[in-house]
């Protein structure tokens, strides 16, 4: 999947022709067989209905003939003129036979412009590595070597500098499978909660522009290189113990430590992170340089410039929205009316389709053949897995036919991967050595889907600071001082809809935001005593709800530069005060069906000059008529409840114990059963279990989505999320600390500063469920395997089951979600029938469509077990054996790329679910941190818990309080930690759980015959 | 002679008490039967045709409502996750509340021969079917799939499947519909000498066709009044345990859940204290009116209403009882999920239904407290505004049993809240319609009092009767 932070290696799953599920390439190192969100949703930008389907000249609908007879007048033109007056602007695809193109392109046409934009991508990261270390040097981070980091408002896990291998490698440093296991440690500072500040051991919010100060102190803390531009920069309100002992800390994880800055910060600060880094020993270690040149472009505001000098005729839009999202400050849509003919190449007929002379559909990348540079810097294949729907073109077609490559007979367009295979000739001749097989070697690459070895070395490179030294005073952006008259605003990708790219996709506007909660729309996120001196919190937010059970925002007025913007805000606590963040991405007014008017635009605020961080706004409230937002998660406390179970490892080595008498079980006497349910038969059936990681779970929301699209689960509008009709199988449930009910009767106002904890929960598959004896039909039951399944159609939807789910992962289907409207599901038999057929076809088979009147809910992916039996049944031949140990994935876990979530079979010794889980069975004593929630009410979940367990370093300011809240109620509770041993101890001596969770105790567990 | 005898066999003045008649105004035999099948007879009131047209206005909510629900899917009610049942559970077991009256009323007040009864117990008891029928309508349409509802019959299949015989909603099927066949049959039966009575009288040969029909050749002769004693006797032993196990199993939807507020042991009893306390309620609220409209204060006398009310006031106290004690074990338990769905969920100012469950305590508990006051229970207008609170009150109990439970539960990332829709509202208030509709045909088309139980009671009935001021009889020396 080609993304402009480097594509994703994938590996597709086509039913009868048609692609319907995406998982990671499992050959490729990075993946592994994981993937991401945005992977997992792309599957259905394909079948979107409402993509461009159509050739449009001047706003009339026309046809590829018409277009390709003017392209070719136009074309004779422009090459009688070298290309005089021609400009194009182009995405950063990162597409090798693109650049090549590129190339090409710029030698056929030389006076022609090239200019590239991409929204999403701050070129301060570029800038400031590149003066580090040169030109074309791009780093690349270790996260699988790094003992200790510091994040400094990057992402790492989730955002903009986000990719695979960094979440496994975080990932596979902070596995704990025992007392005994080592963890890597992460500061992060962040003006806005992320999921890699929810997942750092210490995080500190900061504003965005104070970070530089934060670094400068840093960067003398470890000894960087003298770097004088830093010296005059005021001291900005840090806790220093909290800059001397991070850098303490680093200092002594020596080249084991990493330091990163996000895509908000400036060139100036890259810059110093690569000094601490180098001072450190980083480079070869956790910092590798690798080389990646491209193609020169111009950017869009040295085209901008052209075409307002009246330069440019001609301007050729390959893909990307400019009128929608280009720099407010050059007033693109007036440049782009006043170039005289405009061609754009389109995914959807947008803003930037409006008043061009010709608009051409541009096909999805599973449509067409093309190539990329994946994460790592290696070289990917794009291999189209079905013809376009919409008769879409591929940018690579477009320019192969400007460039007057031979088309077949008939044909316009350069069909097939001819155009990848000439980039991938002549990438490999640079590689290999000897007798270049081409068909062995393309089909290679067509079937691994990228070339091995071909990820760049990394470079030994020498810091060139002090050459760089007075670039980076240039660009430096002093901190000043924020105040409610002077705030910060920090534009980010929307971590679903991106730049903007996505927002027609129902799965991630419906995707609850990993810290808000927010669906379908998006809001100025800023902390709760930001909105109180601000003026603007009014009492609806206390509770947030508004008479009719919906959340609700007052509206402000964001002033910066003389711009405004009218936006609704919510309060996120963690949030760094006087900050102000505004997700990009939303607020299309012409899209497809779904984005059309959903959320704000931010971009009418982001200027080219400083496209990350502003300073100097200010904000009123607007008054007016509330804004109704679809919120999933209306409560943020656990309120004291043993839920999310945590505690530092320290505390953990000492009480290896501890996770299982926490909260309400330090009380509750072991369960015990009067009617013991026939045992499962481990003996001839496979007995599935789970177990989900809560230490190393980054929320990245992969999981819901890939869930989503294995189980045609359908999407239900904002209005139904707003009522509470959601329908995902898989969610994940945020908390941060404290009491929510006690803040809001004190202050009425979020926490500021808390943790946050997340907990991802599908079905627990109860081997006591609560749900099936309730039934009045047995529409839900247990099978032998311990599934706890749904037949659909036996299931009359008395929703009893829902009620009496003590874990509330039922789901209705309130109305026939799948055969109507969204925006007409209250008109009943009046409003209009029936599905899409793109839509149909990106139905898995192997998963009914639910009707309206059922109840459904996660299944482990039982079409996927039966699959794997069956394919195993055919294959070996021998009708009674198990599928082989850990050979089939449920879709959460294939799609988790911190593998988070491990599915397997109880019944097998050698699985690894057993390993964590433990089986008095077959004598495994598993990990002592898991633990099954609500475990009191006997229910049994075959889904147990691991719990989280963090790594403070104790000499940290508020090191003490680190993932504590549940240890410290307990203690207090008995009055010292001496009477916790005992409890605890006498506990684990009566609990035979101690070595196998509770579902495998010795009431229920089979004895072999 | 005959003041000597009434000195000898009457009751002895001034050495004891005398027990108040139940039917006043010494009324004869005759003015009983012509009174009450009166309402039945001649030209029908102007009021009643009003208020027919008016209740079956309101009733046309319900097939509509049914229309669109079922057209559309159960989305159109406020109901969500994690609150699944909200409005429509509430309202079915507020009409099966409801309708528990009457047959407590016929069937245990009949074994226990309290002989007030006679006078109301056909109106309550067809109240109670009334009730029943509003009462089913939304169980029957509250699941998504109301056409594959069959799926909850036992009915042998080829795919071998069975209802859930584990599950309490089944478990409800089987009660509320065998109490319903139960209480019509008794219903009817009690009907049967009645019927005869009104086609005796009836003078339009088509009245007489169909009241002959319903009076299924009953002619009054002695065998016929053996069997009917005994039938009624019988039914009325097997009504009385359905008076206890309707509600006690309605209950036991919640409390065989696991859902803190639901999972409560002391449901049982008190869900039947609260069913006969809202019926009686009731009882009353219909009662009046027609006592007052149709000048039935001879036999629905004070002594009723004094009755009822104190029916009232100890069912009202049960409840109020129930209502403190599982406050004070779920404190006890020291399972803090349990206390967390009393306090933060009902009880305290804050909570988000602490409107609903202090209504519903001021309603229940402390309203019918009144009625330990004599002059409460005899001032006929008091009695009927008083009985208005357990009217509402027990709507808002069921509601806060059902919504502030499974509004707040064990997951706080789940938590949400509940709100109704117009349809919601507009489907109940239609019940109320229906309900009214109902009881007005009833009025009109059969006899609302039981002419023959009512003349039981009569002092003429005692064979030891000797009528002071009748002339001395002498057939039977002759």
Known sequence: MPRRTGGLPLLVTSYNGRPIKIEGNPLHPASKGKSDLLAQASILNLYDPDRSHRFVQAGKRSDATSCFRALAEAKTLWQQGGG???AILSEDNLSPTEDRLQTEFQAKYPSALWATYEPGRAGSVQSGVETAYGKGAVLRH???????ILSLDADFLTGEESSLANVRGFADGRRVEGPDSSMNRLYAVESRYTNTGAAADHRLRLPSSHIVALVAQLAAAVGAQNLPIFSALPEVSVDPNWIREAAADLLAAGSKALVVAGSTQSAAVHLAVAAINEALGNQGSTVEVIRLPRPSSLSIVELAAQIKAGQITDLILLGGNPVYNAPVDLAWAELQKSVKNVYRLGVYEDESSEAVAWHLPQAHYLECWGDTLLQDGSYGCIQPLILPLHGGISVSQLLAYLLNVPAPEGKELIDGPALVQETFKRKSSTLQTGVFDFENAWNLFVRDGFQAKSAPDATKSPFLFSGAAAVAENRMSRPQALGKDNLEIVFVNDGKVDDGR??????????????????????ALMSPATAQELGIYSGVQVQGITADGIYRSDVITLTVDGRSLDMPFLIVPGHADYSITLPLGYGHEKTGRVGQGVGFNAYRLRSSQ??????????????????????TQEHWSMEGRDIVREGPIAYYKEHPGFVRSLGIESHTPENLNFYTAPPFDYEKYHQWGMSIDLTTCIGCNACVVACQAENNIPIVGKDQVAKGREMHWMRIDRYFSGSQRDI????????????????????????????????PVNATVHNEEGLNV??????????????????????FNWFDYNQRQLDQLYWGPLGPKGVEETLKLSKNPNVTVRMRGVMEKCTFCVQRIETAKIDHKITTERREIKIPTDSLQTACQQSCPADAIVFGDLSDPKSRVNQIKGNEMFGIKGYSHDYNLLDYLNTRPRLSYLARIRNPNPRMPGADKVGRALIDAYEKKHHHAEGHDKAHDAKQGLKPGAATPAGHSQETAPTPH | MSEHAITTFGPAKGNMLERRPLVSNQRSMGWITNHIAGMLEGKIPLWWWIALVLSAGVATLVPFQLMYLVGTGVGIWGSNQPVSWAWDITNFVFWIGIGHAGTLISAILFLTRQKWRTSINRAAEAMTIFAVICAGIFPAFHVGRVWMAWFLAPIPNANAIWPNFKSPLLWDVFAVSTYFTVSLIFWYIGLVPDLATIRDRATGKIRKWIYGFLALGWRGGNRQWRHYEKAYLILAGISTPLVLSVHSIVSFDFATSVIPGWHTTIFPPYFVAGAIFGGFAMVLTLMIPVRAIFGLEDMITRKHIDNMAKIVVMTGSIVGYAYLMELFIAWYSGNPNEWWAFLHNRVLPSAPYAWAYWSMMFCNVIAPQLFWFKACRTNVLAVWVIVQFPNIGMWFERFVIICTSLHRDFLPSSWGMFVPSINDILLFTGTFGLFLFLFLLFLRFLPAITIFEVKAVLPEADPHYHDPEAKPQHGAAH
């Open chain 1, 84 to 86: 005089k007056g021609l």
């Open chain 1, 142 to 148: 270790r996260y699988d070597l790094a003992k200790v």
């Open chain 1, 502 to 523: 996505y927002v027609n996709n129902g799965w991630l506007q419906e995707l609850p935001d990993a810290v808000t909660k927010l669906t379908w729309d998006n809001a």
């Open chain 1, 610 to 631: 400083n496209p990350s961080v502003l300073t100097g706004a200010t904000v009123v409230k607007k008054g007016g008529k509330l804004h109704p937002f679809a919120v």
């Open chain 1, 744 to 775: 809001e009767r004190k202050m009425g106002v979020m926490p500021t500063d808390p943790e946050m904890v997340l907990q991802p929960l599908t079905c627990l598959h109860c081997e006591n469920a609560p749900c099936e004896t309730v039934c």
């Open chain 1, 790 to 811: 749904m037949a659909y159609n036996r299931c009359i939807g008395t929703r009893y089951c829902a009620n009496n789910c003590p874990y509330k992962v039922r789901r």
